[in-house]
Each structure stands twice: as structure tokens, then as C-alpha cells.
């Protein structure tokens, strides 16, 4: 892991919308960049598809978040610090 601040970073369910599926598209283009041969990639894309069409985050990321914004994801895949960019701050704690 990066130096990430994890207190700074915002829990899933207090993302917007149009957060959550920025972070979605990025996280499948990450997963597909570093796992190029990798089945799970046919699930993502398929998890993802219809997103923008039904107005929806598929909540299976939000795990995936989660589990990256507490640090549970150590000797995984998800490990790779370039998911841990894929987090987004909470720039209102920034002002203290």
C-alpha cells in the first residue's frame, strides 16, 4: 500500500452515485490492465454493463472498495497499489 491516509479516504455508502460508477470503470480497466488473462474479467465487465442504463452501482463493488479502504486485502490481487488510487478522499476532512 501507498502512503494512503485510510482516515481520509470516504466509505462507499456515503459516495454519490456518479462517484461510485467512476470508481467501477476504473477499477475494471485496472483489474484488466494488470490480469489481462484473467477470467474475472468477463465477470466485471458483465457486473458493469447496464450501470449507466439502470441508474445503479452494483454493490459487489462496493465490497471491493471497502475492503480496500480498510486495508483487508493484503497477498491479493487487490493488493497492487495501483487499486489504491482508485480511492476517493474526503476532501472535507482535508480542511482541519
Not at 5 to 16: H, T
Not at 48 to 72: H, Q, V
Request: charged share 30%.
Amino acid at each position: 500500500m501507498k502512503n494512503i491516509d485510510l482516515n481520509k479516504i470516504r466509505p462507499w455508502a456515503s459516495l454519490p452515485l456518479k462517484q461510485k460508477q467512476g470508481f467501477i470503470n476504473k477499477y475494471c480497466q485496472t483489474y484488466k490492465t494488470l490480469y489481462p488473462g484473467s477470467k474475472t474479467n468477463v465477470s466485471l465487465q458483465a457486473l458493469k454493463m447496464d450501470m449507466a442504463e439502470f441508474n445503479d452501482a452494483p454493490s459487489l463493488f462496493g465490497i471491493f472498495y471497502e475492503d480496500l479502504r480498510k486495508n483487508t486485502v493484503n497477498k491479493s490481487r487487490l493488493s497492487h497499489d495501483k487499486f489504491w488510487e482508485l480511492l476517493i478522499e474526503d476532501k472535507r476532512k482535508n480542511k482541519n
